[in-house]
Structure formats: structure tokens, C-alpha cells
């Protein structure tokens, strides 16, 4: 009889979230500090005076805590958890104003009443300013700093958003509740060396042409061959295809065209998978797509690991 899942979930589930206030609170910490001890104010720092850089950083930071408490506990994230952490990155944010603005203790002049926090948010968003070549502040920008401050907001929650959000497109193992390891096995070149023909030479673009699709077809009918192999827990024939491919692997990965072959896998079941995928390009320009992917069994999984 298996143990219910539920606790186990719940209990995981109030690890991350706590482990993420935890390093929201330090983030946030660390910020007050760098602004009251010097010049440098992190989350009003942009990129091309709109790009909040400097909130997604801190954002980033801040929600660090989700990312490694699901990593280790093996809590997958969720929709519903990232727009909870949404939720908590938008709380930390009003909550860290007000703390800063209480601690201020600000009170009108005339007649000495305390400020409201609404007043104060109010007047620092309309005082916000570009800081100057020279050093000073340039003239508040009035409701326009509204704007910014709004900019600043979204790059906050955003930045807490990217390594949840990329925790879970993740390989998950659900049988074992933990993310399944990435492990690269080689790369299959689909292509030729680039070479400069000129447009004119319609004979070597035909032959240029041919050699390409040539080099695919022999790609292809490698990665076959691999399929075939995993599929029919064939560990020797595999191997001995990587090993292969494994001399040219620096040559290969600087083609315009190669494979990526992985072996995606849960470190304690074994469940796997034998996941190829086209690669295009170099550098900024690289497109990935997924090719193929292959169910594998476990003990084949284990030996390719060992």
C-alpha cells in the first residue's frame, strides 16, 4: 500500500514558499543597506531609461529562494505556485515601501499630522528623477514618475518570476516527485563546413547544396540507428556509436548544423528518455528545435549513466 502523496506535497509546498520570503527578505535587506550607505540605488537602475535592469536583478535575487528550495525539495513548480510567488513579489515590494516610509516617522508642517502612505507613494513617484552627467538630480518628472515607478514594479515581479518559470519546463519525474537530470551524450553533425560560393555559380551551389543534404541524411541515419538501439536496450551497439562520435565532437559543434543527443532521467527510478534536438546556427543566432524523442527502460537508463 504507497503512502499518500498529499502531506508530503502540502509540506514541500510551505518549504519553498518559506525559503523564498527568506531570501526576498534578505534581497530586500541588502538593498536598504546599499541605499543608505551609498550613491548607488539598484532598483532605479535602467537600461536605455526604460529597461528596469536593475529591478529584474534584484527580483531575480529575491526569488532565488522558490527556485532552490523546489530544486532540492523536489516540489515541481506550478502554475498556481508562480502566481502565488506573483502575489508575494508584489506583497515584499508594498511591504518594504511601508517599512521604509514608517521609519521615516514624516509629519506635515503645518500642523504636524502624520503623513499617509498613499501621500508618500504619491509624492516619490512624482519626484522621481534622472540623475544628471554631473552627478545631481535633474527636475522630478511629475505624473510621468508614475510611469517608472511603474516600470519598476513589473521588473520586480518579472525578475521573480524567471527561475521559478524556468524550473518548470523542467524534465520532471512524477512516480519519484524530483526534476530529472539533463545528461548530454554527444553531437551528430548534420551539416558541411560553411563555404563561400558565389551566387552566379549555379553548379556550385547545386553540388554545395547536395553536400548538405547528403550530411543530413548520414546525421539522420545516425540518429536512427541510436533510437533503434536505446529502444531495444542494445547498451554495447550504443555506446559504441558514441564513442564513435565522440572524437569529433569540437569540429562537430562548430557546424552550422549538428544534434544534440541527451539522456533525460530520474536519478533514483530511471525513468528516461533519449531526446534529440536539431541545432541551427551559432552564438545569438542558434535555434534549437526538438527532433525526436525515445521511451527508454530503466536498467538501460542505469547502465548508460554507470
Not at 529584474?56 to 532565488?64: D, L, Q, R, T, Y
Not at 552627467?133 to 521573480?160: C, K, Q
Not at 518570476?161 to 548534420?190: D, E, F, S
Request: with cysteine; proline share 4%; aromatic share 10%.
Amino acid at each position: 500500500m504507497s503512502a499518500p502523496v498529499g502531506p508530503r506535497e502540502e509540506q514541500s509546498y510551505l518549504l519553498v514558499l518559506i525559503s523564498g520570503l527568506a531570501t526576498t527578505a534578505l534581497t530586500l535587506v541588502g538593498v536598504y543597506v546599499l541605499d543608505a550607505n551609498t550613491d548607488f540605488h539598484i532598483m532605479g537602475w535602467y537600461a536605455n531609461y526604460i529597461l528596469p535592469i536593475g529591478a529584474v536583478i534584484v527580483g531575480v535575487a529575491a526569488s532565488s529562494g522558490y527556485g532552490l528550495a523546489s530544486w532540492f525539495s523536489g516540489i515541481k513548480i506550478t502554475r498556481s505556485l508562480l502566481w502565488i510567488v506573483l502575489v508575494l513579489q508584489l506583497a515584499a515590494y508594498f511591504a518594504t515601501q511601508y517599512i521604509g516610509f514608517k521609519s521615516l516617522h514624516l509629519v506635515h508642517r503645518k500642523n504636524g499630522t502624520p503623513v499617509g502612505f498613499v501621500e508618500y507613494f504619491d509624492a516619490t513617484a512624482r519626484s522621481f528623477a534622472w540623475k544628471q552627467d554631473n552627478g545631481s538630480a535633474g527636475a522630478p518628472l511629475g505624473v510621468w514618475g508614475y510611469a517608472f515607478r511603474g516600470l519598476e514594479i513589473i521588473g520586480f515581479a518579472a525578475g521573480g518570476l524567471i527561475v521559478p518559470a524556468l524550473l518548470r519546463k523542467k524534465p520532471y519525474c512524477q512516480a519519484c516527485q524530483r526534476y530529472m537530470r539533463i545528461r548530454q551524450l554527444g553531437l551528430v553533425p548534420t551539416s558541411v563546413p560553411v563555404k563561400k560560393v558565389k551566387k552566379s555559380d549555379a553548379v556550385g551551389l547545386a553540388a554545395y547544396e547536395a553536400e548538405q543534404q547528403q550530411a543530413f541524411d548520414r546525421g539522420k541515419q545516425t540518429v536512427e540507428a541510436l533510437q533503434q538501439h536505446a529502444a531495444g536496450a542494445k547498451v554495447a551497439d550504443f555506446q559504441k556509436i558514441l564513442a564513435e562520435l565522440s572524437p569529433g565532437k569540437k569540429q562537430t559543434a562548430k557546424l552550422p548544423g549538428r544534434f544534440s543527443l541527451q539522456l533525460v532521467h530520474c536519478n533514483r527510478c530511471y525513468a528516461s528518455q533519449f531526446v534529440v534536438k536539431q541545432l541551427l546556427g551559432q552564438g545569438k543566432h542558434l535555434k534549437q528545435t526538438d527532433f525526436s524523442s525515445t521511451e527508454l527502460h530503466s536498467e538501460f537508463a542505469r547502465s548508460v549513466c554507470q
